[in-house]
């Protein structure tokens, strides 16, 4: 299957200041890609559609200015988390969609922020 | 929109059979699909039902009737590694993103 990588996996950073994650398509091509934030013991809640040469699209109550999403190129999609607090925290997943026909989504293996 | 429903919580004895039930309401369905998810790591694709009846892939089954807005994975000879959440999920056809149930916590004993 199509593989989707990710980094940092674990990132420690202080409040106020900014963190990337990085996602990446290795063996294909993502004109679209997805990032969710997970926290503990709850569900994958979507944040943004991040789209190959056009602006990301950012579901309702995510603040854009906040979490920054460029996708450079189309193995390339970054997420920065921008003057980070602690409630920000949590576990940071992106994903690709598949081409078959089950609808597969790839995911990274994510990343695991915790602000302090 | 989207909601799924499913138990939050499943405990199950090594060996055994195990359902996990998913009711679903979309405004339009193209699929459910199940997805494993284990502490600290990334969800893992289980089986997918675009029509109704049984799907099986070796020790896991996905059943899907869209007239009830119902699935369940099934999961037999359960193992102590098939202790993990399980998710739920569908989406709309194209490159658009998954809506997950809020996942159902599967404990094998032994």
């Known amino acids: 299957g199509a593989v989707v990588s990710q980094h940092p996996s674990r990132v420690i950073c202080k409040s106020g200041t900014s963190v990337k994650i990085e996602c990446r398509s290795l063996?294909?091509?993502?004109?679209?890609m997805f990032w969710y934030r997970q926290f503990p013991k709850q569900s994958l809640m979507l944040m943004a559609t991040?789209?190959?040469?056009?602006?990301?699209?950012?579901e309702q109550g995510v603040e854009k200015d906040k979490f920054l999403i460029n996708h450079a190129s189309l193995t390339l999609s970054t997420l920065t988390v921008t003057s980070a607090h602690p409630e920000d925290s949590s576990f940071y997943i992106c994903?690709?969609?598949?081409?078959?026909?089950?609808?597969?989504?790839?995911f990274g293996p994510g990343t695991r922020l915790t602000v302090t | 929109g989207q909601s799924l429903e499913q138990p939050s919580e499943v405990t199950a004895v090594e060996g055994a059979i195990v359902q996990i039930n998913c009711t679903y309401q979309?405004?339009?369905?193209?699929?459910l699909s199940w997805y494993q998810q284990h502490d600290g790591g990334a969800p893992t694709f289980l089986s997918y039902?675009?029509?109704?009846g049984l799907e099986e892939t070796g020790r896991f089954s996905s059943f899907l009737s869209r007239s009830d807005s119902y699935g369940y994975l099934l999961l037999q000879e359960l193992q102590m590694k098939d202790s993990a959440s399980y998710f739920c999920?569908?989406?709309?056809?194209?490159?658009?993103?998954?809506?997950f149930g809020k996942g159902t916590r599967l404990s094998v004993i032994a």
């Open positions: 991040s789209n190959e040469g056009s602006k990301a699209t950012y």
């Open positions: 063996d294909f091509q993502a004109t679209t």
């Open positions: 979309t405004s339009g369905f193209y699929g």
């Open positions: 994903s690709a969609p598949g081409t078959s026909a089950t609808y597969e989504q790839y």
């Open positions: 999920a569908v989406r709309d056809p194209g490159n658009t993103p998954l809506v």
């Open positions: 039902n675009a029509l109704d």
